[in-house]
């Protein structure tokens, strides 16, 4: 019998709200459950979670299993949780030692080989993240997004593998580098002058531009 606890981050538009992904093995028939109002691509996980546990040369615990997505009350949806869930599994199996779960958030898909896929929307996360003074795991696809970020504290993997020697002390990956404000900042390819119609949109977008507003577009 044995509890664990990560961190990951669901998002609601703009916002990133933290998430805690408890993981119980127990005693009882073998049983996969996740709660914590997870739509149905979340619930799908179990399948997801399960094949790359295996496929990346771990065992899957034969016992029964509870995921808790906390807080109870907010929707979860998406493969973001889908990392968070197989570490939790790894350390509450004993196959995975990392005291340091406080300090750490973990974002990305599974692929059933063990390969981490990118999500979208990270810069949210990232910046929440840094802001609980966290490190944040992310798939390698996703490393141009969170360098975009100057105070990103991120690593980058490409397996569930690679993420277990990192957190294992085995073999570090390496922290992202913030990209340079040059490499920032590219020239535009189009111009408004290729938008037909829309007279109200580019009106407020230029008042925007011009006067250094933030816009948000539903």
């Known amino acids: 019998m044995s509890l664990a606890q990560v961190y990951t981050r669901e998002q609601i538009g703009i916002e990133a709200i933290e998430v805690r992904v408890e993981v119980y093995l127990g005693s009882g028939l073998p049983n996969f459950n996740i709660v914590g109002l997870p739509e149905t691509s979340v619930k799908e996980a179990k399948d997801r ?11 899957f615990p034969n016992q029964r299993i509870v995921v808790n997505l906390a807080p109870a ?9 889908d990392l968070a869930i197989a570490v939790g599994i790894l350390i509450a ?6 005291a340091n779960l406080t300090q750490i958030e973990l974002l990305a898909e599974l692929g059933l080989d063990g390969q981490l896929r990118p999500i979208r929307g990270v810069i949210p996360s990232v910046m929440a993240a840094n802001k609980a003074n966290r490190l944040v795991y992310l798939s390698a696809e996703n490393q141009g997004e969170a360098a975009l970020i100057d105070t990103a504290r991120v690593k980058c993997a490409h397996s569930l593998q690679q993420l277990w020697h990192d957190l294992s002390g085995q073999q570090e990956l390496d922290l992202l580098t913030p990209l340079p404000i040059e490499q920032k900042i590219t020239p535009a390819s ?29």
Do not use: T, W
Request: net charge neutral; proline share 4%; hydrophobic share 40%.
């Open 190 to 218: 189009v111009d408004f002058s290729e938008v037909k119609g829309q007279p109200m949109a580019k009106r407020v977008l230029e008042i925007a531009a011009a006067g250094g507003h933030n816009v948000f577009i539903s």
């Open 73 to 81: 009350d907010l929707p979860k949806e998406g493969g973001r949780y």
């Open 93 to 98: 199996s004993e196959q995975l030692k990392f």
């Open 49 to 59: 979670v399960r094949s790359a546990i295996e496929n990346s040369h771990f065992i």
